[in-house]
């Protein structure tokens, strides 16, 4: 089951995404509507909610006034505490009933508001940011019956833009008219969810094609970061760490549009343990990638160079995550090699005309990949001076 998170601020317009999503033939769970349905007339959550906040809560017809509740809770940090401590849990359990009862295929989206708010964008496996500028917004919640001050006051006390960028798998502009975002829903849906739903189920990878190099791309260090925080939940206590290494990794150097990522772990044994919660996070076990070429100037034992590699099942964002043990060669050279990049700009602009030059050459990414050998196996003893002399050691990366 591929799970989407769905978010927006207020006003951006996340009904009418999840509803072309539904039509689409995603299962859309709506967080507001099952907030609603958790406190409606006749349940428990709503007796709590008058035995913490009184009967002026209630409306004539005895339902929950939902904007005096607002009043109540929007500038008092302990009432809404109160608030969420008796919505929220009935809330997870409604969705966690409505997730069980989707079929094993499905595609699985949750709109949540406050997602970003909440840090969950690691639980699911993509996040779509519903977006449209503030005056927009402001004025769609004023054409709902809103006070405008009401309205600013509720944009201002959301996540930023920014902060839902950080988060962001697919940002959708919803500024315009309705047809233009379903458009760009009903891309996202082909090339994209669908796609990526298969791969997870069958624990398999989109081909990636040949090797081509493209210029730095400033927002790989935010899509590591993503990367990083869902191998982080996905992984626990297993992962000592986890490092975005590679090219992306190194500012101002053309790459592969690729993040590679580092789990590091106490044995091989862990590593093992972890294909199947990797899988199901979104990172299938690619076999035959079980070893880097040794570098026989730092280690010569192929045994230690040991590894396990998974690769994302996103047709949308090429990740390749590395899985060795703490204090192995392949685990300090592949935390030394950025360190250096970043430092040493010769050594960096030599790396970036060597690939060039081959990925004009070889067809083939296993091809490329081996073609670069002898530059690491004569750029090691560089590496390591450059280590030597700086003092750098693998708990400063």
Known sequence: MLRVGLTGGIGSGKSTVAGRLAELGAVVIDADQLAREVVAPGT?????????????????????????????????????????AIVHPRVAARSAELMAAAPPDAILV???????????????????????????????LVGRGMDESDARARI??????????????????????????????????????????????????????????VAPDPTWTVQAERIRARLRKAAGARAL????IGSTAVPGLAARDVID?????????????LAEPLAEAGFPLL?????????????????????????????????????????????????????WMRADTAAREEYERLKRGLAG?????????????????SASARAEEWAARTGWAPDRA
């Open 361 to 377: 050459e070889h067809a083939a990414i296993p091809d490329y990949g081996q073609a670069k050998g002898p530059w690491f196996a």
């Open 241 to 244: 760490r986890i490092d975005h």
């Open 156 to 213: 201002r006390a959301q996540a930023s833009d920014a902060k839902r960028r950080m988060v962001a798998d697919a940002w959708l502009d919803n500024s315009g008219p309705r047809e233009g975002v379903w458009s760009e829903v009903d891309r996202l849906w082909r090339d994209r969810l669908v796609p990526f739903e298969a791969n997870l189920r069958l624990r398999r990878h989109t081909e990636r094609g040949a090797p081509e190099l």
């Open 44 to 84: 428990e959550g709503l007796a709590e909610v008058v035995a913490a906040f009184g009967p002026e809560v209630l409306a004539a017809d005895g339902s929950l006034d939902r904007p005096a509740l607002a009043k109540r809770v929007f500038d008092d940090d302990d009432a809404r505490y109160r608030l969420n």
């Open 287 to 339: 076999p035959g990638f079980d070893q880097d070429g040794p570098i026989p100037s730092v280690d010569p034992d192929p045994e230690h160079w040991r590894k396990r590699t998974h690769v994302s099942a996103d047709p949308g964002r090429w990740a390749n995550v590395h899985l060795r043990v703490v204090g192995s060669p392949g685990w300090r050279y592949a935390l030394l090699f950025p360190a």
């Open 110 to 140: 949750q709109d949540i508001p406050l997602l970003v708010e909440n840090g969950l964008a690691p639980i699911f496996h993509l996040v779509l940011v519903v977006s449209a500028p503030v005056e927009e917004r402001v004025r769609r």
């Open 261 to 273: 990522i580092q789990v590091t772990v106490a044995s091989m044994a862990d590593a093992d343990a």
